[in-house]
């Protein structure tokens, strides 16, 4: 059956199945909810999408019983939502309904990929729901909140562009941001082609251009090193906007889906904002069995008493446990500086490739030389800046860098640039 618009501009999945073409389920081409099957790149998917009304227990009981389906046949769900609420006349009714969408969701999440497309109002427990999906679309006029912006404002916390899309990027929530409806549907259909099925299913894999981007150390920055390394175009990053220090992409190499983190450089540490980005895509990349490419070149983490109290500690001992847990595929290459706390946090890894002139180190190499040589670098007839700064060099090269790294065992095997890909 041909998808066709409803009235009020619904959201249909015209744009997300293949050929526009689906099977209604349950009868409900007329009610708020509606729900289909269909094909996405081939693949098998349940979409669902609300036409803005306000939902009884029937309704949201469309969505739990889509999502029973694609427990039974697993197969991807995209959810769609835009409604006004529950129905308050159905009183306890509603809120059991609620109650029972939010846990299937939750229960289902990693086991078959679970997609939310917010395209426009989504509150309360509606966004409860569409949170606790695996990743979150929202189109750039919609409105998401747990909290309505009126009574939060109503009690005197008035916040510019609450429950809006740059709320929502800067709290971490949505992992992608459209324009509209259309491209929000076309990104969600770009992630079930690229995810896997469910998760014993095993990753996907396409044809492939090899990268024409090269990693050029003197303007380095996170998106440089991912082309130099993914296929050509195929970097989809999520949560772009959240952490400044970090990207994370789905992306394939030679063909092959895989997830990919790259930190900044040197000149940007990881605050807690990036480190809760890193960790929740590892765990989503683990779920699904995508192996994990972290290129590792940075200043470390936010060095500030202030981002541990507020919470940088705590995310970065998670993050190191979640690398530790995952055990999917883990490969790292370290292309910069990978100092400390930090090499400890993503040094998890089943094979390790250090680059010509990275440097693995417990701590930074200038306050190393400054313990072991303290009494020679005051002798030295030089500033003690420059003396520091030379024996740093020198010992970050000979102690530290990626021959040394490789003999210590912290590395498998080393590369140079130029060969990079081939490693």
């Known amino acids: 059956m041909a998808a066709q618009n409803t009235g009020g501009g619904v959201p249909v999945p015209v744009h997300f199945f293949d050929q526009g073409s689906y099977t209604p389920l349950f009868s409900t081409a007329d009610g708020p909810v509606q729900a289909a099957f269909g094909f996405v790149g081939g693949q098998g998917a349940y979409a669902v999408w609300q036409n803005g009304d306000a939902l009884g227990a029937a309704d949201i009981g469309v969505s739990v ?133 469910n998760n014993l299913a095993s990753p996907s894999a396409f044809s492939f251009t090899p990268p024409i981007g090269v990693l050029d150390k003197s303007q380095y920055t996170a998106n440089v090193a991912v082309a130099a390394i993914v296929d050509e175009e195929s970097a989809f990053e999520l949560f772009e906007g959240f952490g400044k220090g970090c990207t994370v992409s789905l992306a394939t190499i030679s063909g092959a889906v895989c997830g990919v983190v790259s930190t900044e450089g040197e000149a940007v540490p990881l605050d807690r904002d990036d480190v809760a980005k890193i960790a929740r895509f590892v765990r989503f990349c683990d779920a699904f069995s995508l192996p994990v490419v972290t290129v590792v070149n940075s200043a470390g983490f936010e060095q500030s008493a202030s981002e541990d109290v507020a919470g940088n500690l705590r995310e970065a001992a998670r993050l190191a446990s979640t690398y530790a847990d995952a055990t999917t595929a883990k490969l790292s290459v370290i292309t910069g500086k990978a100092v400390g706390t930090l090499y400890t946090a993503l040094a998890s890894a089943d094979l390790t490739v250090a680059l010509e002139g990275s440097v693995i180190a417990p701590a930074e190499p200038s306050a190393v030389v400054s313990v072991l040589y303290h009494e020679e670098i005051e002798n030295s007839g030089n500033s003690i800046e420059t003396e520091t700064a030379t024996r740093a060099n020198t010992w970050a090269r000979e102690a530290a860098g990626a021959d040394a790294t490789q003999k210590a065992g912290l590395a498998n095997f080393t590369a140079d640039v130029g060969s990079l890909r081939a490693t």
Request: proline fraction near 5%.
């Open 65 to 197: 019983k889509t999502l029973e389906l694609a427990a039974k046949t697993g197969s991807p769900v995209v959810t769609f939502y835009n409604s006004k609420g529950s129905l308050l006349q159905e009183g306890l009714s509603s809120l059991a309904a609620t109650a029972s969408l939010s846990a299937a969701v939750s229960k289902l999440s990693g086991v078959v990929p679970q997609i939310a497309v917010v395209t426009g109002v989504c509150g309360a427990s509606n966004a409860m729901a569409a949170a606790s999906a695996d990743l979150i679309i929202l189109c750039r006029e919609a409105e998401f909140f747990l909290t309505p912006p009126f009574l939060s404002a109503a009690k005197g916390d008035k916040l510019p562009g609450a429950g809006g899309a740059e709320a929502a990027i800067a709290a971490g929530i949505a992992a992608v941001v459209a324009d509209d409806e259309e491209i929000a549907a076309q990104n969600a259909a770009k992630l079930v082609t690229l995810l896997p099925a």
